[in-house]
């Protein structure tokens, strides 16, 4: 770990860049953002329109990030090898070809596919990002050009959910991804106004770790996908195979970790050659790195669960539009996006331990909130108190501890930066979701049918005319229609309906709490975070060290 790091404060630049190329750096960060932000919101659109449970949309969230965290570091290597620049404009043209085929899918899995395309586009521009930033910035603009991709993130939320509800609602959910192509077609045209770089011919691709890389996450972000449809122990029948009855999602979790872990051993052993490797440990070596490691993984998994929850519960459960959604979600996605850009200045005063303590401190008094307080109604006052306070955690944290993965390294590791980044969240992105679609499933369904065959006023004769096999949020409304198609007299279709709302309702209030202990658990990891106040991005160049020291 590079150790010649200094304040932000120390830093006096003599000349200030342009910052028309970081626009357009801003704007690669916001087409990603948009795209992934808008599923959530565009979910009952594609339930209806495509004919298949909220799972399957999960299931484009999944794709997404599974291909930008799989493949990431491949895209940091081709950055540096064909210049950041270069590769930066050749994903943003492969995205806009993919949002085409989003806008137009008639089907869910081309929809999938689409999403698929879209995370290869990312696995570039994520790494390209920090190193762009390096390339065109240095000292004090550097500093704040480096928490800008998290202030777009977040702003790409809330816009997300503010253009995606309206048009939503009033035309479908369409046209949300029809507008990523002219804004994918103005990044393409801002792009040439980056500092043009030459690329390193002379950079090694390690086509091994690639594939090891790629395997591992691909398994493991797979393998949570599917616990709840495949089982989470023993198969059942919707499992592709199974391994002596057990079920295939488990094993395909623990592969991946395997995997990740000989990927590990891989890496250090050709870095110890001399070879170049296809992540420079020096980036994860030290445990306040490995800490922000950690803590990154943590708070977007949460933020992807909430993300999921709180949409699938508003549009599926209470049949709600997507503006609602947007309303409901609104206070949460504007205090992301100010925290994420305010926060840089209480660096000299807090530490990063400091802050990161607070941060989760804040996520899990959040979550125990809501989990307590969350009734039918998102727009309820408590309930918005818990998302503002979920939205100043989440913030301040993700800002804050890619900014510690940044100032711990030298310039010309921005790249690995940049892909250890792109792979935690979006690993962490799609073992949220995941995790929060089979855990609120799963606890939809164990609540139901023992709430089910525990009541007198629906007879085992009922229960045998519905599949309780296959449980899955559903709005009252759809259930009616279903129970009506049974033996049910009209008082038994009301108690059905009466248990289903009940049973929904506890299985968000168990997961938000199931939710908050894994926050709080990620305090421990957030108290070796770095005790002193972050730098920039150190030069390489000794002497510009000289200089900076002096």
């Known amino acids: 770990m590079a150790t010649h790091s200094i304040s932000i404060g120390d830093i006096r630049d003599d000349a200030q860049a342009s910052w028309v190329p970081m626009i357009a750096i801003a704007f690669g960060q916001m087409i990603m953002s948009f795209n992934v932000a808008s599923l959530p919101v565009a979910m009952g659109g594609m339930v209806q329109s495509f004919g298949v449970p909220p799972t399957t949309v999960a299931t484009g969230i999944v794709a997404y990030s599974m291909l930008v965290a799989g493949f990431v570091m491949l895209g940091a290597k081709l950055a540096q090898r064909f210049g950041a620049a270069q590769v930066f404009r050749a994903a943003v043209v492969l995205f806009c070809a993919a949002q085409i085929l989003m806008t137009f899918s008639p089907t869910a899995p081309l929809m999938i ?5 879209c995370g290869a586009a990312g696995a570039v521009i994520v790494p390209s990002l920090v190193a762009l930033i390096a ?23 809330v816009l997300a959910f503010i253009i995606g509800g309206v048009l939503g609602t009033y035309i479908g959910w369409r046209p949300a991804f029809g507008i990523l192509i002219a804004a994918s077609a103005i990044v393409f045209v801002l792009s040439f106004r980056l500092r ?23 398994l493991i972000s797979f393998g949570f996908n599917n616990l709840n449809g495949w089982g989470l122990a023993l198969a059942t029948s919707n499992a592709p195979f199974d391994l002596l009855g057990l079920s295939p999602a488990p094993v395909m979790i623990v592969l991946g970790i395997v995997l990740g872990q000989a990927f590990l051993i891989w890496t250090h052993r050709r870095q110890a050659a001399g070879k170049t490797p296809l992540l420079a440990l020096e ?29 699938l519960y508003i549009q599926i459960v209470q049949g709600r539009s997507p503006l609602a959604t947007a309303i409901a979600m609104m206070p949460f996605n504007l205090t992301v996006f100010f925290t994420a850009m305010l926060i840089v200045n209480v ?15 804040l996520c899990t008094i959040a979550l125990v909130w809501l989990a307590f307080v969350v009734r039918n109604d998102w727009s309820e006052i408590p309930v918005l108190f818990g998302l503002v306070l979920f939205g100043i955690g989440q913030g301040s944290l993700v800002t804050l501890l890619f900014n510690v993965l940044v100032t711990a390294s030298p310039k010309a590791l921005a790249g690995d930066v940049g892909s250890a980044r792109g792979t935690t969240q979006n690993l ?16 939809l369904s164990t609540i139901a049918v023992s709430s089910i065959a525990a009541n007198p006023d629906l007879p085992k004769e009922l229960q045998s005319q519905v599949d309780l096999n296959n449980i899955t949020f559903v709005s009252n409304e759809r259930l009616r229609t279903v129970m009506e198609n049974t033996t049910a007299t009209p008082q038994q279709v009301q108690e059905a309906v009466r248990v289903n709302t009940e049973a929904r309702l506890r299985a968000l209030k168990i997961g938000l709490l199931i939710m908050a202990g894994l926050a709080l658990l990620a305090v ?22 000289g200089a900076k020291s002096t």
């Open 135 to 157: 390339e065109n910035y240095t000292g004090r603009q550097q500093a704040t050009a480096v928490g800008a991709p998290g202030s777009a993130r977040a702003a790409a939320g």
């Open 347 to 361: 660096y000299d005063k807090l530490t990063p331990r400091q802050i990161g303590r607070y941060g989760f401190a």
């Open 524 to 545: 421990f990891p957030a108290g070796q975070l770095p005790n002193y106040l972050p730098g920039e991005i150190p030069s390489d160049d000794p002497a510009v060290e």
């Open 283 to 311: 980036v994860i070596d030290s445990p306040q790195e490995r800490a922000a490691v950690y803590g990154l993984f943590a708070v977007v998994a949460l933020e992807a669960a909430l993300n999921f929850s709180v949409p």
């Open 113 to 117: 596919t689409a999403q698929a395309l």
């Open 196 to 218: 043009p770089d030459r690329g390193r011919p002379d950079v090694q691709i390690d086509v091994t770790g690639v594939v090891l890389a790629a395997t591992a996450i691909i």
């Open 428 to 443: 962490a992105a799609a073992v949220g979701t995941a995790i929060a679609g089979a855990l609120l499933v799963g606890l």
